[in-house]
């Protein structure tokens, strides 16, 4: 059987329980989903020489990192090939372009040290969303940015904030799609700390200041993201789920977002993102695999993926949630790595399109609990591989597992000869 024969079959086996899988893929063809820079070269960027720092860590040597922007936008485009559906762009500040001879501090960056990324998504039809950078940097002191006690390091990076808006800004204006700017910080301490308040005390007022940057609100689109712990900071995060969710929700125009690796263990954020739609009119998300005290592994068709995806989709959220990806991974094939996880992503999303989610909730609404089982059972064997081929088919992306071919050849005539 062809694929088109696979899925015309799978398309009459849906529609018998009332999914339209020919308008399931449509929708999905516009749904953007935010790409990620940093998995190309292990969030190093381009405006230091240091290593990572500030509680995380990408952790491998496998052959071919990206050392350049040109390296890394050729990468990032070998990538895009192999994935299906709408992209946007993510990125860090610490991935400004510089032109020789030139450098200037974070707090100093302009949009023209980004230009070049706005030519790259420009050139794709992609938004571009944005993340300053509060790691990684010598003003970090002690391993406090917007919290410190020290008056001029909180300034220095409240400015850094405040560049970074107006970058988002631009690149709104120049791309025509919003750019959601995330705040996340590692700030906090390896042991018990003497005040916790204190820290949050300012890390409040920094934010307040950051935000006092004139900006419109339909353009720019600021988050702020919790973290339960960092590498070495393993006892307090300033920037607590508590904390972050509170700010959001106390601050107009401020968005919570949810990084699914960024909970304790047993936390799920596919239950999370339900309790915030019933408040906030958008939230983001950052998409990962967390494993054990890790949040940063390359996301992959599972329990947790599809449940997420379940949710944003049956609760109305696909124009209400911004939905990026977000993990590091030095130990396989980069390009691979950010292949797997967007077309994972993309599965969980189709997947989810793919549920009778109104009989569901019929079912449950009227206590018939045991058909709810058993019909949720048998979807799980619905011939959802089918429609992915299909879909796949329809946006001239290899399915199943012919795209590794092109990353195996890219590797041996690019990757490796990089040293």
Same mark, same amino acid.
């Given at each position: 059987m062809t694929i088109r024969d696979r899925y015309l079959a799978a398309k009459e086996l849906y529609a018998a329980i009332g999914v339209d899988t020919d308008a399931a893929i449509a929708k999905l063809k516009e749904i953007p989903v935010s790409l990620h820079c940093w998995q190309g070269d292990d969030v190093i960027g381009f405006d230091h020489d240091g290593p990572l720092t500030g509680g995380i860590q990408t952790t491998g040597n496998y052959p071919g990192k990206a050392r350049t922007p040109e390296e890394l936008m050729a990468d990032m485009e070998?990538?895009?090939?192999?994935?299906?559906?709408?992209? #946007?762009?993510?990125?860090?500040?610490?991935?400004?372009?510089?032109?020789?001879?030139?450098?200037?501090?974070?707090?100093?960056?302009?949009?023209?040290?980004?230009?070049?990324?706005?030519?790259?998504?420009?050139?794709?039809?992609?938004?571009?969303?944005?993340?300053?950078?509060?790691?990684?940097?010598?003003?970090?002191?002690?391993?406090?940015?917007?919290?410190?006690?020290?008056?001029?390091?909180? #300034?220095?990076?409240?400015?850094?904030?405040?560049?970074?808006?107006?970058?988002?800004?631009?690149?709104?204006?120049?791309?025509?799609?919003?750019?959601?700017?995330?705040?996340?910080?590692?700030?906090?301490?390896?042991?018990?700390?003497?005040?916790?308040?204190?820290?949050?005390?300012?890390?409040?007022?920094?934010?307040?200041?950051?935000?006092?940057?004139?900006?419109?609100?339909?353009?720019?689109?600021?988050?702020?993201?919790?973290?339960?712990?960092?590498?070495g900071v393993e006892a307090y995060t300033a920037g607590s789920a508590e904390f972050t969710l509170t700010f959001a929700a106390t601050h107009e125009g401020c968005l919570p977002l949810m990084d699914n690796g960024h909970y304790h263990p047993t936390e799920v954020v596919s239950d999370k993102i339900p309790a915030l739609l019933c408040y906030f009119p958008e939230i983001a998300l950052h998409i990962t695999r967390g494993i054990r005290w890790d949040s940063d592994h390359v996301v992959l068709f599972d329990d947790e993926t599809k449940e997420m995806a379940k949710e944003i989709v049956r609760c109305g959220g696909l124009d209400r949630v911004y939905m990026a990806l977000d993990y590091f991974d030095a130990s396989i094939n980069r390009i691979a790595a950010w292949a797997v996880g967007f077309r994972s992503w993309q599965k969980a999303l189709l997947s989810a399109m793919c549920t009778p989610n109104d009989t569901l909730k019929k079912l449950q609404d009227e206590n018939r609990l045991t058909e709810l089982m058993i019909l949720q059972e048998e979807l799980k064997t619905y011939p959802i591989g089918d429609v992915w081929a299909e879909y796949c088919e329809q946006c001239g992306v290899p399915g199943g597992m012919d795209w590794f071919s092109e990353i195996e050849k890219y590797e041996k005539e690019v990757l490796v000869k990089r040293g």
């Amino acid at each position: 059987m062809t694929i088109r024969d696979r899925y015309l079959a799978a398309k009459e086996l849906y529609a018998a329980i009332g999914v339209d899988t020919d308008a399931a893929i449509a929708k999905l063809k516009e749904i953007p989903v935010s790409l990620h820079c940093w998995q190309g070269d292990d969030v190093i960027g381009f405006d230091h020489d240091g290593p990572l720092t500030g509680g995380i860590q990408t952790t491998g040597n496998y052959p071919g990192k990206a050392r350049t922007p040109e390296e890394l936008m050729a990468d990032m485009e070998q990538a895009i090939r192999l994935m299906p559906g709408k992209k #946007k762009l993510n990125v860090h500040a610490c991935y400004a372009i510089f032109e020789e001879g030139e450098h200037v501090d974070r707090d100093k960056i302009e949009p023209k040290h980004f230009a070049k990324w706005v030519e790259f998504a420009k050139a794709r039809n992609m938004g571009i969303d944005f993340n300053p950078t509060f790691f990684s940097h010598p003003k970090v002191k002690d391993g406090l940015t917007l919290t410190s006690p020290d008056e001029e390091t909180r #300034k220095f990076w409240v400015e850094h904030g405040k560049a970074c808006i107006r970058i988002s800004e631009y690149f709104a204006k120049e791309t025509g799609v919003p750019c959601v700017m995330n705040i996340w910080i590692g700030d906090g301490y390896k042991d018990i700390p003497a005040d916790r308040l204190g820290p949050r005390m300012r890390y409040k007022k920094s934010l307040e200041a950051i935000l006092s940057e004139p900006f419109d609100r339909n353009l720019v689109k600021p988050c702020v993201e919790s973290k339960v712990f960092g590498i070495g900071v393993e006892a307090y995060t300033a920037g607590s789920a508590e904390f972050t969710l509170t700010f959001a929700a106390t601050h107009e125009g401020c968005l919570p977002l949810m990084d699914n690796g960024h909970y304790h263990p047993t936390e799920v954020v596919s239950d999370k993102i339900p309790a915030l739609l019933c408040y906030f009119p958008e939230i983001a998300l950052h998409i990962t695999r967390g494993i054990r005290w890790d949040s940063d592994h390359v996301v992959l068709f599972d329990d947790e993926t599809k449940e997420m995806a379940k949710e944003i989709v049956r609760c109305g959220g696909l124009d209400r949630v911004y939905m990026a990806l977000d993990y590091f991974d030095a130990s396989i094939n980069r390009i691979a790595a950010w292949a797997v996880g967007f077309r994972s992503w993309q599965k969980a999303l189709l997947s989810a399109m793919c549920t009778p989610n109104d009989t569901l909730k019929k079912l449950q609404d009227e206590n018939r609990l045991t058909e709810l089982m058993i019909l949720q059972e048998e979807l799980k064997t619905y011939p959802i591989g089918d429609v992915w081929a299909e879909y796949c088919e329809q946006c001239g992306v290899p399915g199943g597992m012919d795209w590794f071919s092109e990353i195996e050849k890219y590797e041996k005539e690019v990757l490796v000869k990089r040293g």
